[in-house]
Every structure is written in C-alpha cells, then in structure tokens.
C-alpha cells in the first residue's frame, strides 16, 4: 500500500515553501490591486507661449473625465507648479516668476486618487528684459509734412513679432499719440503741428500671446531753418530772436562758437526764444533746439550759421573812366560797331575783343561788369599759352586758338568805383550757356590803388591778393541753377581793402577758345 500521508506531507512543506519571505518583497506592491494610470496628454495640442517672465499654457478637454490637477515640473524638478484642472473644459494658466531662458517642462494629470498620467515633455522659451534691450524700431524710411498731417512711410514689414508702433506729441499744450499697425506702409500722424515726435515699435514675441514688449524710444526734433535765424539776427548786438514752436517738449535753444582769437569755446543757452550772445567774438555760431520728453533732455544736431554780414558795394558808382577809347579818341561804349583793330585802346582795358551781336548776349563793353545785366560781358582776348607768362614772353605772336593777334601784354580790366571803398570780398556771376570752363579765367590776381596814376604807372597799384583760383572756374556754366558754382562763384575772401581804383589781371587759362568772359563782377564788405 502506498503512503500518500508522506506525499501530502511534502506537498505542503512545498506549498509553504513557496510563500516563503522573499514574496514579501512584493506584497506592498500587489496588496492595493493593480497600477491606475490617467490618460496622457497629447504634447501636440498642447500651447507653451512665452510671454514675459512666465509661460502661458493651453490645451484643449480631455476625454479622461478623471483629472483633477496637473503637476508642472521644470529645471531638474526644482521648479514645481500645481494646477486645479477640469477635463470637460479648455485648460489655461501661467507660470510666472521664470527668469528668461528655454525650458524644458514635464507635465502630468492627477486624479483625486493620486493616480497620474504618464508624464509628456514641451519646450518654451520666456522672455524678459535682456530679450527687450535687443529690440530696435521698425524703420522709417520716409517722414514728410503733407498739408496738415505728418505721414509716416515704412517698407513691408517682415518680422512676424512686431505688432506696430506708438507716436507721441504735445502740442497746443495737449498730448498726442498714433498707434501705426504693423500690417500698414504708410501712416499720417494726423493735424500735426508740433516739431518733434518720440516712437516706439511694439512687439509680442510669439502668436498667441499677449505680454508687449516695447523697443526704446526714438526721438524726431526738428532745428531751427537757417531762413528763420536769418530774419531774427541781429549783427550789431549779436541777439537772436527765433521762433517759438507749438511743442510741449520744446525746451528752448543752445548756442556753441570758438572766439576767433582766443581758441575758446563758449556756449550759451535760453530757455526762452530770445537770447544775446555774451563775449562774442567769432564769425559762426553752431544753433541747436532743444527739447525734453518725461526725464529725457533731447539736443538736435547743431545748425552752423555764419553771424558774417556780406553787404555788396553799390556798384552804380562804378564806371570805367574814361570810357575805353578807340583809335580816334572816340568813347568805345557800344562795342558791337567797334572792329578788332579798335581794342586795347584803353589804358583801363587790355585785349577787349568787340563782338558784334543783336543779342545781349555778345553785347561787349567795359561797362558789361557792372550794368546788372548777365547777358553782357567783357570779352578778352588770350594770350598765346596758358598764362600771363608765356604770354608775355611770347609778344607779337597769334594766340594760339583761333588767330587772334597778341600784342604779349598781360590780360587785365580796371574798374574805377568812383570813390574810395573799403571792401573785403569779391565774386563773379559767369557768362551762361558754357559746356565747359573754356570761357573763365582759371587764376586771377587783384590789386588797388588810390592814386589816379595807376592807369598809366604800374607802380602805383598794391597788391591786394594774387594767384586766387576763383570756384567754378572749370565747371559748365549752362546749368539752369543759378546759385550752381558754374553760374556763380561764390563770395571770394580778400583782405581788407580801401582803394578807388581796382584792377583785376587774368593769370591762366584754358587753351581752348579765344577768349575769358565773365559777365558779372561784384565787391563787397563782410563783417
């Protein structure tokens, strides 16, 4: 008979065997039954904005209805967020207090058991203030008055972050803001009267959100026009009277100039729109506008103006006496009759070519310096070469363009201005209608003298100033401009004179042509 008592003895000693200590390891796992998980977010539908400081996060009801909060942890977990949360609804809220940086945050669901959702990963990016000093203005590539508005041109915008800019103005003592859409090219800061603006270009730096951030403000100041210190200078008392713009933050004017003699710098400002320079003792003074937004003091960029008076001498009392006479002692005043063997019958004239012409224009006589009138001129024979040098040197001989006979004397004109004058400048109105600087003397001397002798002794002049390239003198003079440097030469500085009689001798030239013509001569005084 077989023993089954030993079996089952085994069998149970097998059985307690198998619950042996080691299954304690586990029991504290299997006791509460299975492990519950929520459902996991879907990191797709899920918005992370940066905004300022803080993330924004979004994302749409979940189908778990089991989800009660969501655990945000961020950095290694040092940073932690908890957040109330009802799955049948939208889910917003921030995290605020980052510092700016990217992260990369672990999100979880939570329900009132404890139980969670396996945790999903999203990245953002927060911004803050390193992030905003970065930021420039939108460009303004265009900012003019139209009638009464001030309009405001940009290129197509191209950066997806600007949202657009603020202008802000005072005037007629009231403040004044314009907000330009980013989407526009052209905005109109409307009825403006003011002469400065203050802009700053808006930005949101993701689509969604809602945190502005603002680049630094630009400043728009207009200065004072030359035209408006012009009527409000006074040369005598060396005061200023300019204007007063409709600008609250107009704050008044700054000048700036270096003493002529000393080398010293002197500034002087005004609060108001009037002011008398102190110890002035210069020929410029540098002019700026100031203005003042909030605590921000503004200086425009400094407008030199010349406080130098140039008054032109009354050149109806010149004359060129006696009128230049032809070979039978006859006044030559309307040269067109005059033939060639007529010029250089004067001692007041060498080499006048006449010039026969129905026209003003070719109307030539001595007087064509000084008769207001730019269609005339003198019109000299050139020497042979280039110079007053190898003219003379080269006596009897043709000019070298053309065949016009050189008697070898230098080229020159004197000009009696019928009194003693005390003059510093001189200038020249050229002959119009010139391609090239053919027709202009390329070097001119000047000398004075007041003694009525000079005419026939060239010892009696004095030097006044000599080797003067006059500007322009090698530019077109058919330039419908008539301030162009073709057309006139600008005021040419001399040294202070005081003479009756003038001459002006020609002392190079182009070899092209036969002659130098210049319609217009005028001298002056600056002070």
Request: some cysteine; charged content about 20%.
């Amino acid at each position: 008979m077989k023993n089954f008592t030993g079996l089952l003895t085994a069998t149970v000693a097998l059985l307690t065997a198998a619950c042996s200590p080691m299954d304690d390891k586990y029991r504290e796992f299997i006791e509460d039954g299975p492990i519950t998980y929520l459902t996991q977010l879907n990191g797709d539908e899920i918005q992370a904005i940066g905004e300022r400081n803080r993330v924004h996060f979004i994302w749409p009801p979940q189908t778990d209805p089991r989800g009660v909060k969501a655990e945000i942890y961020w950095s290694n977990k040092l940073g932690h967020h908890t957040q109330p949360v009802d799955p049948s609804v939208e889910t917003s809220f921030y995290v605020n207090d980052l510092a700016e940086a990217s992260y990369i945050f672990e999100i979880s669901i939570f329900d009132d058991q404890g139980h969670s959702s396996i945790p999903v990963t999203v990245t953002a990016t927060v911004y803050g203030d390193i992030w905003e000093s970065y930021l420039t203005n939108r460009a303004i590539i265009d900012n003019v008055q139209q009638g009464a508005d001030r309009k405001i041109s940009y290129r197509n915008n191209t950066e997806s972050s600007i949202i657009g800019t603020d202008f802000e103005w005072v005037q007629d003592g009231a403040p004044c803001t314009v907000f330009i859409d980013s989407s526009a090219v052209e905005g109109l800061l409307p009825d403006f009267k003011a002469s400065s603006f203050r802009y700053r270009t808006r930005y949101v730096p993701e689509p969604g959100g809602v945190d502005v951030f603002y680049s630094p403000w630009q400043y728009y100041v207009e200065n004072v026009t030359t035209t408006a210190i012009d009527a409000g200078f006074d040369k005598p008392t060396n005061s200023f009277t300019l204007p007063t713009p409709n600008d609250g933050n107009w704050t008044g004017y700054e000048f700036r100039w270096t003493d002529k003699t000393t080398g010293e710098a002197h500034t002087q400002s005004t609060d108001g729109n009037t002011v008398t320079l102190s110890d002035y003792n210069s020929t410029a003074v540098n002019v700026f506008t100031r203005y003042k937004f909030d605590e921000v003091s503004i200086t425009t960029i400094g407008l030199e103006y010349s406080t130098v008076r140039y008054v032109d001498l009354d050149r109806s009392t010149w004359y060129a006496a006696p009128e230049t006479k032809k070979a039978d002692g006859s006044a030559l005043v309307d040269v067109r009759s005059a033939v060639l063997a007529d010029k250089n019958k004067s001692p007041y004239l060498s080499h006048l070519l006449p010039y026969n012409s129905a026209t003003p224009d070719g109307w030539n006589s001595p007087s064509a310096h000084f008769d207001g009138n730019l269609d005339t001129y003198i019109s000299q024979v050139k020497g042979y070469g280039t110079t007053l040098e190898t003219n003379a040197a080269r006596s009897g001989t043709q000019h070298s363009n053309g065949g016009v006979l050189s008697d070898g004397k230098d080229v020159w004109f004197i000009i009696d201005l019928g009194a003693k004058q005390q003059f510093n400048y001189f200038r020249f109105n050229y002959r119009g209608g010139q391609s090239n600087g053919n027709l202009k003397p390329q070097m001119v001397s000047i000398y004075g003298s007041n003694d009525a002798a000079c005419i026939t002794d060239e010892s009696k002049w004095t030097v006044i100033k000599e080797s003067i390239v006059p500007p322009g003198c090698s530019d077109a003079s058919n330039n419908a401009d008539m301030n162009h440097i073709g057309r006139v030469s600008g005021n040419i500085l001399l040294p202070d004179a005081d003479y009756r009689y003038l001459k002006m001798r020609y002392d190079a030239w182009t070899d092209g042509s036969n002659t130098m013509q210049i319609a217009e001569l005028y001298l002056g005084y600056y002070y």
